[in-house]
């Protein structure tokens, strides 16, 4: 097989409303749908953000269930050039990072939360080549 890439991500909060304040209003991610208490979608790139009430996705029977509980981790992928220009732009935000890492290319990458406590993280482009 020769996939061309993970084309949904998906993650699950029970309080959309908060979830489209953060991604769309503070993160600014363009919204694609949004069914209260169900789901929202947000574009992100060529790749799409899939976030999910699993009260209610888990008891669904098409598409199959599925829900998660705890703290899903993802990652957004921004261009070198402009890293700490985003690094900045989410301090001025307001929002905490939590962490940060060096990897052995010597990129960093930051990491903070989202309202419903789920870890996301900012890379610089290249960081798995």
Same mark, same amino acid.
């Given at each position: 097989?020769?996939?061309? %890439? /993970?084309?949904?991500?998906? /993650?699950?909060?029970?309080?959309?409303?908060? %979830?489209?304040?953060?991604? @769309? @209003? /503070?993160?600014?991610? !363009?919204? #694609?749908?949004?069914?209260?208490?169900?789901?929202?979608?947000?574009?992100?790139?060529?790749?799409?953000?899939? #976030?999910?009430? !699993?009260?209610?996705?888990?008891?669904?029977?098409?598409? !199959?269930?599925?829900?998660?509980?705890?703290?899903?981790?993802?990652?957004?992928?921004?261009?070198?050039?402009?890293?700490?220009?985003?690094?900045?732009? #989410?301090?001025? $935000? @307001? #929002?905490?990072?939590?962490?940060?890492? /060096?990897? $052995?290319?010597?990129?960093?990458?930051?990491?903070?939360?989202? !309202?419903e406590g789920?870890?996301?993280?900012?890379?610089?482009?290249?960081i798995w080549?």
């Amino acid at each position: 097989m020769n996939f061309l %890439a /993970i084309k949904e991500t998906c /993650i699950y909060c029970r309080d959309l409303e908060r %979830a489209r304040e953060f991604y @769309g @209003g /503070i993160l600014g991610l !363009p919204m #694609i749908s949004y069914v209260e208490g169900k789901h929202i979608f947000f574009r992100v790139g060529a790749s799409v953000l899939l #976030i999910f009430n !699993p009260d209610d996705s888990r008891m669904k029977t098409s598409p !199959p269930a599925h829900y998660a509980e705890g703290r899903q981790h993802y990652a957004f992928e921004v261009t070198k050039g402009e890293y700490d220009r985003h690094k900045q732009k #989410i301090q001025e $935000k @307001g #929002i905490t990072i939590i962490d940060r890492l /060096i990897w $052995k290319n010597g990129s960093e990458s930051f990491y903070f939360n989202d !309202p419903e406590g789920n870890i996301l993280e900012i890379v610089p482009e290249g960081i798995w080549d």
